[in-house]
Each structure stands twice: as structure tokens, then as C-alpha cells.
């Protein structure tokens, strides 16, 4: 059986599996983007694809934090996207 690699929401402080979550990236440029291969070089955070959490996110800064970097308005659009990508 193979580990499952696990990982912690910024937001809710959940551990859930790796697949289950968005991972959000800090280039070598200092920029923020959302990773969704979950492979891309750089420092990550992660967050899960609930509404509620990514609220809890923005109100207390949690990804800023994490990551040492400005949220910009464009990282928020595709952050909302991801996650409407992973509701059904």
C-alpha cells in the first residue's frame, strides 16, 4: 500500500491528503500563484476547497503568513476558481 502524502490547511489546521487541497506557491520572484499540479518550484501553502476556509484565510492573513508575501487580487480570482473546479 503506498503512503499517502498529507498536509495541512492553512485556514481550518486540518491534515488531509495532498490531492484534497490547493497548493498556493511563492516564486523566486516573490510572487504568489496557485499551483495546480502541486509541483511547481518554490515555498507552498495549502488551503482547502471550502469557501469558509479561504474567508478564514483572507480575514486572518493565514497564506500572507505562511508565506511571507502580499496576496494579490488576481491570486483571490484563481483561488476561487480552484475551487469551484473542485465542488460538484
Request: proline share 6%; glycine share 6%; charged share 35%.
Amino acid at each position: 500500500m503506498k503512503k499517502i502524502p498529507m498536509r495541512m490547511c492553512v485556514a481550518c489546521r486540518i491534515m488531509q491528503p495532498k490531492r484534497d487541497l490547493i497548493r498556493i506557491v511563492k516564486t523566486a520572484d516573490g510572487k504568489l500563484v496557485v499551483d495546480p499540479t502541486g509541483k511547481c518550484n518554490g515555498r507552498g501553502a495549502y488551503i482547502c476547497r471550502k469557501e469558509e476556509c479561504l474567508n478564514k484565510a483572507l480575514k486572518s492573513k493565514a497564506i500572507e503568513r505562511a508565506l511571507e508575501a502580499p496576496a494579490s487580487p488576481e491570486l483571490l480570482l484563481r483561488l476561487k476558481e480552484a475551487m469551484g473546479d473542485g465542488q460538484t
